[in-house]
């Protein structure tokens, strides 16, 4: 169960009565509130991602994103550096967009792309005369690299488009060495609403520009190819467009997200205080205020330790990711990841309940009651 309560509800029926009683289904006004609020609120950084789009969901945005991005710099083929431990979805929305995926390898110290590994890749591919045209970085589990600042400062002086995904880092700030916010350097940032996120909404997305001339190719894109006066202006364009009523609940969310972090946060402390005890675990997150889409506990054989618990009966969210999106044989080109995907799960953060449950079951484990 999701944070939730009287005053969210009466106001996602208010805002859905008002999509009903206009017939205005979808780009109206409930889309252009939550798009306003998210350019003064929830990408705001600075000067920067004045220029917010909802979409139908997280993998669209990306693509989306990498779209426009292709062309208003006129670029058209290349491959883009993403990390070998994500969804597919990342993968599939780079080939749709038209890109070749370039997996990278994890850190295991931050679950997101390696940044050396990511300027390596770079460089070798302008060896084999393949050009590297964008990076697609996924903050993963809400973590942010100690070093992300120099894969960004390496984007910008090869002139290479960063797309960041903040699907798993709403509000997600780095506190040390230097204050660092994801979303706060890229190109585009892009994020998912799906049911499952902080930011629930069921089915959405939301994807943000700092640069005008970008956004405004997106915003004909979404519209499969029209302008505003539905005049067809750009060819083979698709429909990235989300409903009126999406965005109506999305608008109400996205107000509410604050709380809704705090009750997340609340069953992640239980869990942090109580594990920390045992030497086997340990937490990637000490510098980061974060959204706690997830939180990562670094374990010894954290697939062992999954099965035994739901095996028990005890809640458990699983893991960030268990798959590589690499061929079988290729896999041991990748040991961040391998090492990532053997040695981490994550509690259940739905409510204190299921945390102190998990926890339970993470003592039984330890004390050889499997």
């Not at 190109?187 to 005008?212: P, Q, R, W, Y």
């Amino acid at each position: 169960m999701y944070f939730i309560n009287d005053q969210q509800v009466e106001q996602i029926n208010t805002r859905i009565a008002k999509v009903a009683k206009s017939g205005m289904f979808v780009l109206g006004d409930q889309t252009a509130d939550f798009e306003s609020y998210c350019e003064d609120n929830l990408l705001k950084q600075g000067d920067r991602f004045q220029h917010s789009l909802l979409v139908s969901n997280g993998t669209v945005a990306i693509e989306l994103a990498l779209i426009a991005l292709a062309r208003r710099n006129n670029i058209r083929g290349g491959g883009v550096l993403m990390p070998v431990m994500t969804v597919p979805m990342v993968k599939w929305a780079i080939e749709k967009a038209g890109f070749t995926p370039i997996m990278v390898d994890v850190n295991p110290q931050t679950h997101c792309m390696d940044i050396n590994s990511a300027m390596n890749a770079f460089q070798l591919s302008n060896r084999i005369d393949f050009p590297i045209v964008g990076i697609v970085f996924v903050y993963t589990g809400g973590l942010v690299p100690f070093n992300i600042e120099e894969l960004c400062r390496f984007a910008e002086m090869n002139n290479i488009f960063f797309v960041e995904d903040i699907s798993h880092a709403y509000q997600t700030t780095r506190l040390h060495p230097m204050e660092w916010k994801a979303g706060c350097c890229g190109d585009a940032v892009c994020g998912s609403m799906f049911a499952t996120k902080t930011l629930s909404v069921g089915e959405g997305g939301i994807v943000g520009f700092n640069d005008k001339g970008v956004y405004d190719v997106a915003k004909v894109i979404r519209n499969q190819g029209r302008n505003a006066k539905g005049e067809q202006v750009l060819d083979n364009c698709y429909n990235y467009r989300a409903s009126e009523y999406t965005a109506a609940i999305a608008r109400v969310k996205v107000e509410w997200l604050y709380p809704e972090i705090i009750h997340r946060k609340v069953a992640a402390n239980i869990v942090r205080q109580e594990l920390e005890k045992f030497s086997d675990c340990s937490f990637l997150d000490k510098n980061i205020e974060h959204d706690y889409y997830k939180l990562i506990v670094r374990v010894k054989d954290g697939r062992t330790i999954e099965e035994s618990l739901r095996r028990r009966g005890y809640p458990v969210a699983g893991a960030v990711h268990r798959e590589l999106l690499c061929p079988k044989d290729a896999e041991s080109a990748y040991p961040g990841a391998i090492d990532v995907i053997a040695n981490h799960l994550c509690p259940p953060l739905n409510s204190g309940d299921a945390a102190e449950k998990f926890v339970k079951g993470m003592e039984g484990y330890y004390a050889g009651n499997d």
